[in-house]
């Protein structure tokens, strides 16, 4: 008993940890281990300390030569505490990013998401630019290894912004960060930018290329995003070719989710194929009559060909991890770099001093003989004193104040012991051999040297300028910027989705939907559509697609309702019950709440529409009104025109069309959009029309009226107009509202005859979406020069051998206009080298007032009518002016 007391005497004096206490020392314990050791990088050298341990194992096996990777990841092993399969995965990530580490073998790929093989196989060296940029032992700072046997650096002395041109991500416990990859010579210049005192701004980069939005990027910091695109090509009608893919997707992920958004109905593809080699090409078939320029976007919308990317960058900065913008982390790591290059600087100065000081005294101790004073000493001792007093007659110290008379030399320090047992330690074959007149110009060499070593440091900032301009001469050379920058059009999937359902309707029933095959079929729609529908009694809603659902019975109008329509616009006349007046209003329906009935009329019993049409444009037709016999009104026939009307609210109650009964109300006329014309531009770097008055300007588009596309190629088509479209801008000569009559002037090497030929021809097809070639379908044949003028001007210019031989034409008086299948009349038996419109004075005016609104409205934008010229001799390509 006496002993158990004892023991539970003891144990009141040891501390007692709750489970509570220890989950919290210990998480956070953890936490600080995984942020600052493993998933976030330092801000100095932008780098993981697996990442820093796998570059400093290879600088200690640096030969020159390549290496195992297996060798590698086991030399690694020395200081990282972790398996080889990270260390792996982490010297892999480093190779593709094709920097610091020159690869060997099969290294994978980051486009196809193919794996490196087995680390046995491949092979790495650094890079030139890793040594030149990320070593010197003599400006790291050192710590022991994990297991106290091997020095590692605590950060890379990195004279470069490699975090920024690398990229990194990586999840911590509590926080994550994500830095985007950026342009190695952008980087540069902007570093030189920080340098000179100027702001900047950077953009990330991608190897994989494509196209980015950086509109709300907010310099990488969290709550900035940024979205990002694949480069989608029109090969044919029924062809796509993705070229570049959009960051962090490869071929494999994308064309997942190209049959993930086909088998759901979201678009309609044949068949994927992935033709990824050197470059990146994924073939996309389409299915026939679907419209390749509506399957770009909905591929924008549906698959990864477009995502968005969320920054977060977040940085290790003395052992806490800080959120930064990326200019603030280029300038963090601009200023390290100045630090670098100063502290090698007053290394190289210190070496330089102590070279001249030692190099000053050995000068001395040979031409003054102090080394035969020795000869006669017995102790160590006596020949130190004996050295330093010969050298002392003839230098002095800096402490020493210098005498009258005093010519001795002034050394840049005092003697130490270490500088006499060196002067001992010469070897009499080289003092036989010293020569006085290559001793001096040696040290009048390290004087030169070190005033250039003072000179950088006393101008700093233009030596790390220097050396910023060195880098990129030496290594920029192929690391131009691969992603486009440019601003996205929003894409409505509404407007983009593939119709995957049939809309069928019940009227007498009440019932609409997807299922009802039997039914009256109205239209193709998606199955995210919204649907409109009327009725009789004069109320409407709005209801989601379904199978079937029922929304009222005598409906007298269905269709796909689309959010915002200000022009579809709705003209109806209805009865009120009440009072039995005849109202008539115009409306548009441009938002809603869903599923939830709207009253047309004035509410009142028996009230009911009596007429009732959709305008898809605005537009406003002429009525016939019969009222009945019995009526009192003196004229029982007559018309009304609602142009009359202003177009309201649908609560609107609606003006007053006749007091007495209606018999019969009929269309009389069809009118036109009352909205006027519909001004539309084209987007000259996505090729997809606006009416944001972004790009080029193609005219005002009322009911009826198409476009008129001319094609390098030389072809043409005409299209309805449909702000879905989208054309390819490099392609296209001349690109505005179709006006019938309009002719076409073109100049074109005809490559079978080999003649420069001449043609006028007037636009006489109206079929839309067909392209009508007007050229010979000879391979060489080419369009020189094309424009929609009435009367252009042109000079042109052939050679003859080295004689350069130029000419002028007005085109109207050399030709008269033929049909558009036409060769036309010769003007050369050579090829024109150079085609240029001139503008003539008095001609200009009367087809700028004949031309319209085409040609003078919206002064400063590129206007509808432009021409291209083409100079063939420098690249065959032309220009848009």
Not at 24 to 34: C, G, N
Not at 387 to 413: F, H, Q, S
Not at 440 to 463: F, G, P, R, S, T
Not at 533 to 559: A, C, E, L, W, Y
Request: glycine fraction near 8%; charged fraction near 30%.
């Amino acid at each position: 008993m006496s002993e158990t007391k004892d023991i539970k005497e003891e144990n009141k004096d040891d501390n007692i940890i709750t489970l509570k206490g220890m989950y919290q020392d210990y998480f956070l314990d953890y936490a600080s281990y995984v942020i600052l050791e493993r998933a976030v990088p330092t801000a100095l050298d932008g780098l993981k300390p697996v990442q820093r341990r796998i570059l400093h194992a290879m600088r200690e096996m640096h030969d020159g030569r390549y290496h195992k990777v297996a060798n590698i990841i086991g030399q690694t092993m020395q200081y990282h505490p972790h398996g080889d399969a990270a260390i792996g995965d982490a010297l892999v990530n480093l190779g593709q990013k094709d920097l610091l580490i020159d690869p060997q073998g099969n290294w994978g790929d980051v486009r196809t998401g193919d794996r490196a093989a087995a680390s046995r196989y491949i092979e790495a060296r650094l890079t030139k630019f890793a040594l030149d940029v990320a070593f010197n032992p003599q400006t790291t700072d050192w710590q022991l290894s994990y297991d106290g046997r091997k020095k590692e650096p605590i950060v890379l002395p990195m004279k470069f912004p490699l975090l920024l041109a690398q990229g990194v991500e990586g999840i911590a416990v509590g926080l994550s960060t994500k830095v985007m990859p950026h342009n190695f010579v952008e980087i540069i210049k902007a570093s030189i930018k920080l340098l000179e005192g100027k702001s900047v701004k950077l953009y990330p980069d991608f190897q994989t290329g494509g196209m980015i939005d950086v509109t709300d990027y907010n310099g990488g910091q969290r709550g900035g995003k940024v979205k990002v695109r694949a480069r989608i090509e029109k090969v044919d009608k029924n062809m796509l070719a993705i070229r570049e893919l959009p960051y962090a997707t490869t071929t494999s992920s994308l064309i997942d989710s190209i049959l993930k958004a086909n088998d759901k109905g979201k678009i309609k593809v044949k068949k994927v194929v992935d033709n990824t080699a050197k470059n990146v090409e994924v073939l996309v078939e389409l299915a026939n009559g679907v419209s390749p320029d509506l399957t770009i976007d909905a591929l924008y919308a549906f698959t990864h060909c477009e995502i968005s990317i969320s920054p977060n960058a977040c940085v290790i900065i003395d052992d806490k991890p800080h959120f930064l913008r990326v200019e603030d982390l280029l300038r963090i790591s601009t200023e390290s770099t100045k630090e670098l290059l100063r502290q090698e600087l007053e290394i190289r100065k210190a070496e330089l001093l102590e070279k001249l000081h030692f190099l000053s005294l050995e000068k001395i101790f040979i031409e003054k003989r102090i080394y035969r004073d020795i000869e006669e000493c017995e102790t160590w001792e006596a020949v130190l004193e004996t050295v330093e007093a010969g050298l002392r007659k003839y230098v002095r110290t800096p402490n020493e104040k210098a005498k009258k008379g005093d010519d001795r030399l002034l050394l840049l320090r005092d003697i130490t012991e270490e500088d006499l047992v060196r002067l001992t330690e010469i070897k009499i074959k080289r003092i036989s051999k010293y020569n006085s007149f290559k001793a001096d110009e040696q040290i009048a060499k390290l004087e030169e040297e070190l005033k250039e070593v003072q000179h950088h440091l006393d101008h700093l900032v233009e030596y790390a300028i220097a050396y910023f301009e060195d880098l990129l001469k030496k290594h920029g050379k192929g690391k131009e910027r691969k992603t486009r920058i440019t601003t996205f059009d929003t894409i409505q999937v509404t407007e983009v989705v593939a119709n995957n359902a049939k809309l069928y309707v019940d009227r007498k029933e009440g019932f609409i939907g997807t299922s009802l095959k039997k039914e009256e079929f109205v239209c193709d729609c998606s199955d995210i559509d919204d649907v409109i529908v009327f009725r009789k009694d004069g109320k409407f809603q709005v209801t989601r697609i379904s199978d079937k659902v029922f929304v009222g019975k005598d409906i007298i109008h269905v269709d796909v309702w689309k959010k915002g329509d200000e022009r579809t616009t709705y003209n109806m006349c209805y009865v009120d019950g009440k009072t039995g007046r005849t109202y008539v209003k115009r409306f548009n329906v441009t938002a809603i709440t869903r599923d939830r009935e709207y009253d047309l009329t004035t509410g009142t019993a028996r009230s009911k529409l009596t007429y009732f049409t959709p305008n898809p444009n605005g537009e406003a037709e002429i009525i016939n009104i019969q009222l009945t016999q019995g009526s009192r009104a003196r004229n029982k026939v007559f018309d009304f025109d609602f142009r009359e009307l202003d177009i309201k609210g649908r609560g609107a109650k609606g003006n007053i069309l006749t007091k007495y009964p209606v018999r019969k109300i009929t269309l009389k006329e069809v009118g036109k959009s009352t909205l006027g014309a519909l001004k539309v531009w084209m987007d000259e770097v996505s090729g997809r029309l606006n009416t944001d008055e972004r790009g080029r300007y193609l005219g005002a588009f009322d009911t009826g009226d198409t476009i008129l596309a001319i094609h390098k190629e030389g072809s043409y088509e005409i299209h309805d107009l449909d702000l879905n479209m989208r054309f390819q801008p490099k392609d296209l000569v001349h690109i505005a509202k179709f006006s019938p009559g309009t002719i076409v002037n073109v100049v074109y090497y005809e490559g079978e005859r080999g003649w420069s030929m001449v043609k006028r021809f007037q636009v006489e097809t109206s079929t839309t979406k067909q392209k009508f070639l007007f050229l010979t379908e000879h391979n060489k044949t080419k369009l020189l020069f094309a424009s929609v003028k009435g009367t252009p001007v042109i000079e042109y210019y052939t050679k003859n051998g080295s004689q350069k031989e130029e000419g002028r034409l007005e085109i109207a008086d050399f030709i008269d206009v033929k049909g558009w299948k036409a060769i036309g009349n010769k003007l050369s038996d050579q090829r024109i080298m150079g085609v240029k419109e001139i503008e003539t004075e008095g001609k200009d005016k009367v087809e700028a007032k004949n031309e319209g609104s085409n040609m003078t409205e919206d002064k400063g934008k590129l206007k509808a009518g432009d021409s291209i010229d083409f100079d063939v001799e420098s690249n065959g390509q032309g220009k848009m002016f």
